[in-house]
DNA sequence: TTGTAAGCGTTATCAT
DNA sequence: ATGATAACGCTTACAA
C-alpha cells in the first residue's frame, strides 16, 4: 500500500542500496543511475519513511528546542530564527516548553528528549538549572542562547555590557537617583539579568553615584509585574528619576504605572529597557537592542555545524552579538 | 551499549512482548509481572527508541503544527495553548512554519508532514489555500484554528459577530462615518477577516450608514502595516471619526499614525481593534477580546481526541468560542 | 559503481 | 497471561 524504498529499486531497476544512494545524494553513484532513481522516485510519490530511516542510521534529524516560554516576545521572537535555519536545512523542531508556570507539572526535558533528537537548543536557561545539567548529561551536541555556561557554545549578548550602557545613558542625562527593575533575583550567577545588574553597578561606582539596594525591584520579565515594581519604586520614599529596567516587557508595565500616577515617561521619570521589542517604538521607549532573532539563527546554524563536525560542543565558544542604546522619548534630561 | 526491551526482558525474566505490553500499559499483564517490569526497566534506565516504536506501530506519536508565522501575538499564543495541552498527552509537536515571508522559499508542509506525524494542527491558514488542501489530502487527522472550512474540526470565533460588536459598538458612540483596516483583501472567502468584514457591513448597513470602500485599507496585520493604512485613512479627503481595525497590532501601528498626526485615539478618532492583545490595555485600546490560548488548547484536544477515535475528521465539527468587547479609552462618542 | 544481507528496536499476530 | 517470531522500511558494512 505505502510505496517503500523497495518498489522504487524494482522500478528502477536498481537494489535498495542504490536508491538509497543515489537519493540522499551520496557519492559513488553513477549520475545516470541518480537521475533514473529520482525520477522514479517522484513517479511512484515515494516518501521516505523517517522512523524507518532514523532506526536504521541513528541518527533522528530532528533537534529539541527546549524553552521556559513560548508565547513572550523574545521567546517566540528567538524561536522564530531558529525555526527558519532548522527548516532550511531539512530538520524537524520539536518544540518542548519548560515551565510549570502554567500549571502543568511538566517532565523534565532530559528524559523526553531521549532518543528523539540529535542535538538541542535551549533558550534562557538558567546554566546551573538542574534540567539543564540533565540535558547535558546526554551527550549531545547542545548550544544554549541567552546564557552562558562554560564549556557549552551558545549566542548571548554582552549583558554586562547592555546594563551598563542602559544606565550609562541615564547618568549622562544627569540622573543621580536611578532604580533597577529586574526579573527574579539578580544574585542567581551568569545569568542575563545578574550581568545585566552588574553592568548597573559598574555604571553607577564609575560615576560615584550609590547603589541603593532599596531601589531595586523585580518585575518577573511579565508586563504586570514590572507595573508592580515601578508601583513599588513610585511609592518608595524618596523616588528615582530614572529606572533600568531589563526587560521591554517589564518596562511597558512600568509605564502604565506611571501613568496611573499621572506620571509621564521622560518628563518625570526616565525609563530605558533592554529587547527593542516590536512596541517599543510605538511606547516611545529608550532601549538596548539585542538582536533576538539573530541570536536564535546563529544557535541554530552553530548547533548545525556541531552535528556536521560530530563533535559535541567542540571548538565553537559562545558567540556575543552587539547591542545598542537606541535613545526615544522615554529619557530625557533630569529636571 | 544503549539498552533495549531486549535488557529489560531478560533482566526481568521475560519475553520482550511482555515488556512492551507492560511498560505500555497494556491489559492481560499480571500486575505481579508488570510491577517488575517497571522495576527493572528503570533500575536500567531504559528509554524506549521512538524510531523502533514508530515504525513496528505505524503511530509517530507526534504531531504537525502549520503556522504562517511564529513571532506574532496570535500565533505565539495559540502555540503556547497547544504545546501545554500536546505536551501533557505525551504528543511530540513538530513546528513547521509556512511562509515565505522571511525571504526562505519553503518547501510545501504536506510532503514535510508524510510519515512523520499523526495528525496536524493549522493555525489561521486560509482554507481555500493549496497547501492546506494537499495537507488534508493526506488524510490525517486535522484541526484548523482561526478558519474554518467544510469538513474540517476546528476552533474559530465568530468573526461575524466580532466585526459586527466592533462596529455596533462605535455607531453606538454616534459614529457614522467609520473606516476599515482589514488584513491583505477582504474577499477572500471564508477568512477570519472576511468574517469581520461582513460583521462590519452588516452593522452598518442595519444602521442605515453608507459603506465607503474608500474608508477601506489593509494592514497586513502588522503594526507597520497598520500605520501606513492609518497614514492614508487620515490623509483621505473626510477622514472617518472612527476606525475598526480587523487586529490589535494592527491598531497599535494606527495609534502611533494618529499621534505622528498629532492626533489622540479616542479623543480625536476612535479606534477599536481585535483580540485583546498582551498590551492593549497598556495602550488603552478598546478591543474584541478571544480566547486565543484557549483556542489552541481546545483545538489541540479535539485532535487527540480524533487521534483515539481513529476517525479522521470524524463527529466534531467547528466550534465557536465566545468574544467580548472590551471597552476602553480609544473609543469614545463622537464630538 | 552496484548488490547482498545483516542489522536497527519495537509491535503485533498467533500460539500456547 | 505469556512467548515466538514475523514484520516494519531503511542504512551500511562487506562483497563483487
Redesign the pocket.
Known sequence: ?????????DAA????????????G?????????ARVQQVAVDLD??????????????TGSIGVVTPYIARWFFATVLSGVEGVLQNAGMDLLLMSVSSADGHLRLPPAPRLR?RVDAVLAISLPPDDPQLTEVLALGMPTSLIGTQRAGVPGVTIDDVQAGRMATQHLINLGHTSIGVIGGYQVDALHTAEHDRYRGYVQAMQTANLPVDRNRETYGYFTVTGGEQAMTQLLTHPNRPTAVFVMSDEMAFGAIRAMRAHGLTPGKDISIVGVDNHDLAELLDLSTVAQPVADMGRIAAESLLVQLRTGAANSGLESLQLPTQLIVRGSTAPVA
Not at 1 to 9: G, H, S
Not at 14 to 24: F, G, I, P
Not at 26 to 34: F, G, I, K, M, P
Request: aromatic residues 2%.
Open positions: 500500500m505505502t510505496i517503500t524504498i523497495r518498489d522504487v529499486a531497476g536498481v537494489s535498495t542500496a542504490t536508491v538509497s544512494r543515489a537519493l540522499r551520496l557519492a559513488n553513484v553513477d549520475e545516470q543511475t541518480r515515494y516518501v521516505i519513511s523517517p522512523s524507518a530511516s532514523r532506526l536504521a542510521s541513528g541518527r532518543r
